[in-house]
């Protein structure tokens, strides 16, 4: 049976090829309101894009326990081999906007939302273990070196390194984006990390740091300079469009989910700063532990729905999962649901995508969409039967000391960055410093240039040395 057309009313609407018009030749009648509510909602179609992370692909899959880890977490998702949460992902990159080709060099946005019987779970991260600073101070000025030139209006190599040189905690992320894995071959063949440290607690009030780490299963692939510039000019969506075709196909992803778990006090008496997301936890000292595999199978059935209108927010956390000290995470905690709120409006969580798979009942009430509100009482404390607080979700608190202020982080800045370098192969070094030619040498203020050099030395100096002669910089004034 044909489905018949109609307004968003449910009218039936006659006539969607000729608008009403005063004789054959018109003019137009303004009393066609369903042309005037056809223009009007074509004018609204859409919506704000990301600040960042705006271009980017989703699908749906699930979530399987491979490792019961009930004695770490009492959080559900995680309890019990075999069980299946239901989740949606979405890959993306950090600085271009929603038209740019998705094969030039960025970080990848790598987000998951599990639909727990708990309520929603997300994992926010990237295809990168770390990122570019500890601060979320200065979030929002890397960001704007990473957009384009207020005046010029085009991506500058100078806005970016410039900020980066001046920015030292920097270079270990700088070294990961221009080495092979800064062009990934596919969504589907490259990790995933929840990059910050977490908490975990299980149902006895045990407390553990947790690092999320997702490897894909796929194998890594990266691409060059040369086939990312080919691909850029004939198909901007290629990674979108390689993740929905290897599903439509049935050729379904899969990522073996394993995390790094820390003693509580061992976290905190670490050698380095467990919450500097600017650093990694050695897997000398916390070898990966399998607890999963996720596996994607099936594409968005509406794009806008599915992932324009997706939500993510490393706040939305499950009894059992609880937010570390780390600084960037804790700004990110109140940035995501405040950029949502902006995004797509207050009652964002309510749109389907975004609503959780259990029922939801709190005080919170009207703003524009409202939908599926409770008829009940709109206070608290009441004495009509609304909803009562769960004290068992109530979250572990960490012991404080110290005075307030203003601190710097941990200055070691650069001995990951080295340690990085010196473990990549001779090939993969070789093509890193290509990499860093390519983009640093088109900056046009050597200041800038000698300023991040001197810390690429810093990390190693066989690859501060290896950069500054690439670069036909005169080495002797770095060592």
Known sequence: MTNKLTTNEGQPWADNQHSQT????????????????????FNRERIPERVVHAKGAGAKGYFKVTKDMRAYTKAAVFSGVGKKTPLITRFSQVAGEAGYPDTYRDVRGFAVKFYTEEGNYDIVGNNTPVFFVNDPLKFPD???????????????????????????????????????????????????????????????????????????????????????NELAGKDTDYLQNDLFNAIETGDYPSWTVAVQLVPYEDGL????????????????????????QMVLDENPTNNFEDIEELAFSPANLVPGIEASPDKLLQGRLFGYKDAERYRLGANYEQ?????????????????RMAQNQA?????????????????????????????????????????????L???????????????????????????????????????????GRRVAAALHLDTAQFE
Do not use: C
Request: negative net charge; aromatic residues 10%; proline residues 7%.
């Open 421 to 463: 370098y010196n473990l990549l192969t001779d090939q993969e070094q070789a093509r890193l410093i290509e990499n860093i030619r390519l983009n640093l040498g088109q900056v046009t203020k050597p200041a800038i240039q000698i300023r991040e050099v001197q810390q690429f030395y810093q990390a190693d100096p066989e690859y």
């Open 142 to 228: 890397f960001i704007h070196s990473q957009k384009r030139d207020p005046r010029t209006h085009a991506r500058s190599q100078d806005m970016q390194w410039d900020f980066w040189s001046l920015s030292p905690e920097s270079v270990h992320q700088v070294t990961i984006l221009m080495s092979d894995r800064g062009i990934p071959a596919s969504y589907r063949m490259m990790h995933g990390y929840g990059s910050h440290t977490f908490k975990w607690v299980n149902a006895t009030g045990e407390q553990f740091w947790v690092k999320y780490h997702f490897k894909t299963n796929q194998g890594v692939h990266n691409l060059s300079n040369e086939l990312a």
């Open 351 to 367: 749109l389907p995508v975004n609503r959780p798979k259990v029922p939801v009942h709190n005080y919170e009430r009207d703003g």
């Open 375 to 419: 008829t009940g009482v709109n206070y608290e404390p009441n004495s009509d039967g609304g909803p009562i607080e769960v004290p068992a979700a109530k979250m572990h608190g960490d012991q404080l000391s110290g005075q307030t202020g203003n601190y710097p982080t941990d200055p070691d800045y650069y001995s990951a960055a080295g340690k």
């Open 22 to 41: 005063a004789g054959q030749r018109g003019p137009v009648l303004i009393q066609d309101y369903q042309l005037l509510e056809k223009l009007a909602h």
């Open 269 to 292: 008496n670490y050698p380095q700063d467990i919450f500097d997301v600017t650093k990694v936890i050695s897997q000398k000292d916390y070898p990966l532990i399998e607890i999963g």
